[in-house]
């Protein structure tokens, strides 16, 4: 399988624990993103890695997400101490290492904060 | 920061009706303009994409849009809908130059009953 993926689908956790998700994107794009999506909205920017290097953090990414891509392979994206509003789908997409790419997107990782 | 803003965020069509759906963003620089379609139970796809050249593009499953610069806006289209076309539709933008993060729309969910 060529495509993006991610792991895991879904997610239930109680307020307060620490979730981490994976992503591991096609194997020769260089650029990797997360976004959120929540329900009825678009998915929205997280943070971006371009190989192992994170070069933008949105304002939305507080203290508690911290995101890594060591070696410039898979991504993880860690969430402490999780509130009901983290509540929402992760997304992971990935493009070549050229402007205008496009991005492939992962099939998400839906996560329920109880 | 680019923002985009669709429109009708449901429609409801029989088959063989015309789709129009509208998008229009907020940017001031050189943008990349798609469209991505979410079937149900699917991830995020690429409909079609417009970089430059010729203003009308053509994508997937007889999907087209335009682009019209003076209007900021990059509508989709689909002169006869079927079924399977059933989905949430996204419209995104990405700054001409930069990280290429995408900046989506709400969506519109798209129901085309038989």
């Known amino acids: 399988d060529t495509g993006v993926s991610q792991d895991p689908r879904h997610k239930i956790t109680k307020r307060g624990q620490n979730v981490t998700f994976r992503c591991d994107p096609i194997s020769e794009h260089n650029r990797l993103y997360w976004y959120r999506q929540t329900l009825g909205q678009g998915p929205e920017f997280l943070t971006y890695f371009q190989n192992e290097a994170q070069l933008e953090k949105s304002r939305l990414l507080s203290d508690r997400f911290s995101a890594e891509r060591p070696k410039g392979s898979f991504s993880t994206l860690e969430i402490q101490r999780t509130e009901q509003g983290d509540s929402a789908m992760y997304l992971c997409?990935?493009?070549?290492?050229?402007?205008?790419?496009?991005?492939?997107f992962g099939p998400g990782t839906r996560l329920t904060v109880t | 920061a680019q923002s985009v803003s669709q429109h009708n965020h449901h429609v409801i069509l029989s088959e063989a009706a015309s789709l129009e759906l509208g998008c229009n963003y907020s940017y001031g620089g050189t943008v990349n303009l798609f469209w991505y379609v979410q079937y149900p139970g699917q991830h995020l796809q690429l409909l079609l994409k417009y970089f430059s050249g010729d203003p009308l593009v053509k994508g997937i499953k007889g999907f087209e849009a335009e682009f019209i610069k003076s209007k900021f806006s990059f509508n989709l289209r689909k002169p006869s809908v079927q079924w399977s076309d059933t989905a949430e539709y996204f419209c995104a933008v990405t700054a001409y130059y930069g990280n290429n993060r995408l900046a989506f729309g709400k969506g519109n969910q798209v129901v085309v009953i038989p």
């Open positions: 997409a990935s493009s070549g290492d050229r402007e205008n790419y496009e991005q492939y």
